[in-house]
T-cell receptor, first 112, second 114 residues
Framework: SQQGEEDPQALSIQEGENATMNCSYKTSINNLQWYRQNSGRGLVHLILIRSNEREKHSGRLRVTLDTSKKSSSLLITASRAADTASYFCATDGSSNTGKLIFGQGTTLQVKP | DTAVSQTPKYLVTQMGNDKSIKCEQNLGHDTMYWYKQDSKKFLKIMFSYNNKELIINETVPNRFSPKSPDKAHLNLHINSLELGDSAVYFC?????????????FGSGTRLTVV
């Protein structure tokens, strides 16, 4: 069954606001990653957080990980119209094969 | 320079045909993957190769056959195409698992079977 579930499925905000997306997963992990997908394009890696980390920052992105709740959140601060995209979390399911298990994604629309 | 390149970008074909999608990466990565994204944007791994060796073969019909002539290339051949094969197929590569730079994805091949 699908590993990750994301919440909300769709999010619409105004430019300058913060956007928070949540991801839940079912099995133990070594790491969790977030990707962005613009319409009609491939996925772009945003950030990776390891199972022994609780929070990580990259520019306007902040990711948290709670392994006890098997959940992660992605916060985009001061959103821009260019942040409009789908965002996916992906876990490795603690495998060493490189296999990533993706959530269904959150579609974010940032209105100018 | 494109890091992971797939060709073609679009592929429209009739049921029963055989088609191939090519993928090449110039990043020097050891592992390459094929993922399928359905109409609901759900991404699922199909295959992975590490240094030309098959590592992952998910429950994929044997009409799908990956081929890796060298570690920079991973092609996907599909026989007897069916309507349900319509999807976007992504090639990806990575160096080591769990590195901070994650995977690098190609821009996708949109396959439409009519």
């Amino acid at each position: 069954s699908q590993q990750g579930e994301e919440d909300p499925q769709a999010l619409s905000i105004q430019e300058g606001e913060n956007a928070t997306m949540n991801c839940s997963y079912k099995t133990s992990i070594n790491n969790l990653q977030w990707y962005r997908q613009n319409s009609g394009r491939g996925l772009v890696h945003l950030i990776l957080i390891r199972s022994n980390e609780r929070e990580k920052h990259s520019g306007r992105l902040r990711v948290t990980l709670d392994t006890s709740k098997k959940s992660s959140s992605l916060l985009i601060t001061a959103s821009r119209a260019a942040d409009t995209a789908s965002y996916f979390c992906a876990t490795d399911g603690s495998s060493n094969t490189g296999k990533l298990i993706f959530g269904q994604g959150t579609t974010l629309q940032v209105k100018p | 320079d494109t890091a992971v390149s797939q060709t073609p970008k679009y592929l429209v074909t009739q049921m029963g045909n055989d088609k191939s999608i090519k993928c090449e990466q110039n990043l020097g990565h050891d592992t390459m993957y094929w993922y399928k994204q359905d109409s609901k944007k759900f991404l699922k791994i199909m295959f992975s190769y590490n240094n030309k060796e098959l590592i992952i073969n998910e429950t994929v019909p044997n009409r799908f056959s990956p081929k890796s002539p060298d570690k920079a290339h991973l092609n996907l051949h599909i026989n007897s195409l069916e309507l349900g094969d319509s999807a976007v197929y992504f090639c990806a590569s990575s160096q080591e698992f769990g590195r901070d730079d994650g995977y690098t994805f190609g821009s996708g091949t949109r396959l439409t079977v009519v």
